[in-house]
């Protein structure tokens, strides 16, 4: 009876505008007061600043976007005009092939990170280097879904989180054995970081507390997320 | 420079099992001290239980579940031997139409609500009646998706907590106009629940505490969220 031990999830304020170099885990680690085993979830947009993942997108042009779209896509696999749905070199499948010129001075686009779990790992580091302190780092981005409306911020990389955890096997409440309940806990913790950040209250960095010890392992969203094409049913 | 204000996520321990008729809503506020504001997740299985939703499912019959699941269908998306996905009357694309033969007895299967926005909202009514607090409730189950391995926990119903939040137009960081963040909090809560519950331990019900109270407001899944069959790009 009661409340058993819970998350908190928390906003990092005071995150400054971040360029091509900065070190995203030290801005972090400078700003948020954190313990051994909270997830730091950080947003796309930002480890792609830092890693210079930014092109110039002519605001003039209505065919910008798509283009660039279409270069980072390794398949288009829905097309509506310039709305593209394609699938990325990291095997995601997002609209426009995650190219967002919302967040970054016009006349210019942000594409995703060249390796996202590479970049978790790297921010990591840097916060273990600078704070002494042990987190998981998810990056996340927001996209879209196959039929349901409304886009929830999903993981496109990690370290020292588990991105899928099995529990096929681990007894139900009755005893008997789950047939299948491999959880993506990476995604739900993305989603949950994204409640508290807003999306345009500016907030790119988010802690959740809490998380089972369990999961604080090795880990990596193309790995263990990332379905191949062909066990996809839907592509 | 710190944190902002975040939210905390909680299981409801001491839940007991629960059978046809109870008031899934009285035993939560039996359970929780809630606060005006809280949103309360339910996983499907005790509500659908509560509603009787429950039926005989031969456990020697290996076609009994795939027949149940067409039973419950509209339509019939994928097939792989007795694995089905399936869109469900209420317009969910899942497995099995939801059809569940976990944390129930050997024998029996649990189905999905009826109307899973009607069950929140009685919910919803069951703890203002009986505690005096206002809380917005959501409805979850735990679902595959296209693209992805691992399952989440979504939203099949809601009541006074907004389904999607429409961010449209909202100026982002650089004053420039966001072109589409419709932000569906109603999965992202959902998820941020299944991370305290643990699939196991048999933990039902979850507070999320600390949402956007503008966020706090008659809402519906189906009408926000189910996405109808000819707008959908991947069906």
Redesign the interface.
């Known amino acids: ?14 995150i400054p505008e971040v360029g091509r170099g900065d070190a995203v885990g030290e801005l972090v680690a400078d ?3 954190l313990s051994d085993g909270d997830v730091v979830v950080v947003t796309q947009k930002i480890v792609s600043k830092s890693e210079g993942r930014v092109v110039a997108c002519d605001p003039g042009d209505p065919t910008a976007k798509r283009r660039l779209a279409e270069s980072e896509a390794v398949r288009v696999l ?1 097309r ?1 005009g310039e709305l593209l ?1 394609t699938e990325t070199r990291h095997g ?2 997002c609209a426009s092939s995650g190219v967002d ?6 006349g210019f686009a942000v594409l995703l990170p060249v390796d996202p779990d590479r970049s978790a790992r790297r921010i990591r580091d840097q916060i273990r280097a600078r704070s002494g302190v042990v987190v998981g780092v998810v990056v996340s981005d ?1 996209f879209g ?10 993981a496109i990389g990690c370290a020292g989180i588990a ?2 955890v099995d ?1 096929r096997g ?5 005893g ?1 054995e ?8 990476a ?3 993305a ?2 970081a ?3 950040m ?6 790119p960095v ?3 507390r809490g ?2 010890p369990a999961w604080l392992r090795d880990a990596s969203v193309r790995e ?4 191949p094409y062909g066990e ?4």
Chains 1, 2 share one sequence.
């Open positions: 009876m009661g409340a058993a031990p819970g998350l908190t999830v928390f906003a990092v304020t005071g700003r948020a007061v829905r509506r749905v995601f499948v010129l919302s967040n970054v001075d016009e927001t879904r196959a039929w349901r409306r409304g886009l929830t911020d999903v991105a899928v529990l681990t007894p139900d409440a009755h008997r789950l047939a299948v309940t491999e959880v993506c806990v995604d739900e913790i989603g949950a994204e409640l508290v807003g999306k345009s209250a500016g907030l988010a802690v959740v998380v089972d263990e997320v990332v379905r996809d049913l839907f592509r």
